[in-house]
């Protein structure tokens, strides 16, 4: 059981990887809620990258534990 969650996790951090340069985005002066709609997307991203760093810290409590 902790073996899975542990690949699920590294997956994610892959997919963090890779979805953290925004190139779709560069061009688009969209404004939502008054702010630039790629600065709105790495306030996303980095709440994301908080909790997936929290899981991390949690899953790794639980594998150290042998």
């Given amino acids: 059981m902790k073996r ?4 699920l996790l590294y997956c994610l951090l892959v997919l963090l ?3 953290h340069n925004d190139f779709w ?7 939502v809620l008054g702010i630039p709609v790629g600065l709105l997307y790495h306030i996303g991203f980095c709440v994301v990258a908080t909790l997936l760093m929290a899981a991390f810290v949690k899953a790794q409590g639980d594998w150290g534990e042998r």
């Fill in 4 to 7: 899975p969650i542990r690949w």
């Fill in 17 to 19: 990887f890779l979805l």
């Fill in 25 to 31: 985005l560069w061009e688009n002066p969209q404004l």
